[in-house]
């Protein structure tokens, strides 16, 4: 995806703006870029080519021919540094499910892995480091699992998902309910602290203590 991004800025001159020809009612220009499978689409992108400093201050949206979709009311960032900032209803449709991170292809990449979509305020992205941070109302979901939080923070490099706020995790007919949660995609380890509820078919065990315990199943993706 922040590939995607940075290819934008690097094709700028092959954008070319759309001139509605009906003078009313009045309708902005627009410009559309071709970025591989990538197809852009927003009213306004700028660019520094010596700093690599680029913004596009209205509605972003990039389609793909398998479906995949990213749309985000305004962006912004550096295509050197590989590094942008996704703001405001931002949804992040994939229909291979892994969002081309290492981290969603090591996770039971024996089992198939159907289409997967992420919602949040924000989305953060350093494609360098590998670190991204979703906040805001995030919202994960991929066939029977579904988490809900206010942060989300992955290190694509070691595997580690970190979940904080009123994290909640839905797995078929499992639950996890807790303050923070910490799981790595590659184990399949996790951990989960502060007022946690787990549901299990036939049992609830709740543990209100500030001492984490440890999940290993069900698996969070």
Do not use: C
């Amino acid at each position: 995806m922040i590939r995607t991004l940075a290819a934008a800025l690097l094709i700028g001159a092959a954008i070319v703006p759309k001139v509605h020809s009906v003078p009313k009612p009045p309708a902005k220009a627009g410009a559309t870029a071709k970025i591989g499978q990538w197809n852009l689409q927003t009213d306004q992108l700028s660019a520094n080519l010596g700093s690599g400093q680029f913004s596009a201050p209205d509605h972003v949206t990039l389609t793909r021919a398998d479906g995949s979709i990213i749309q985000a009311d305004r962006a912004r960032g550096n295509y050197k540094q590989r590094q942008a900032a996704l703001f405001g209803h931002v949804s992040v449709h994939d229909a291979s499910g892994t969002f081309g991170l290492a981290s969603a292809q090591t996770a039971n990449s024996a089992q198939p892995r159907g289409p997967a979509t992420l919602t949040s305020d924000e989305l953060h992205l350093d494609d360098s480091s590998r670190l991204y941070d979703a906040s805001g109302n995030v919202h994960y979901e991929q066939g029977q699992t579904k988490v809900d939080s206010q942060t989300a923070h992955l290190n694509d490099a070691t595997h580690e998902l970190d979940l904080t706020g009123k994290v909640h995790v839905v797995r078929a007919d499992q639950t996890l309910d807790a303050e923070r949660a910490s799981y790595n995609t590659q184990s399949g380890d996790g951990t989960a602290e502060s007022n946690v509820l787990v549901t299990f078919p036939g049992m609830t065990p709740s543990i209100a203590t500030p001492r984490p315990i440890i999940i290993r199943k069900p698996k969070i993706p």
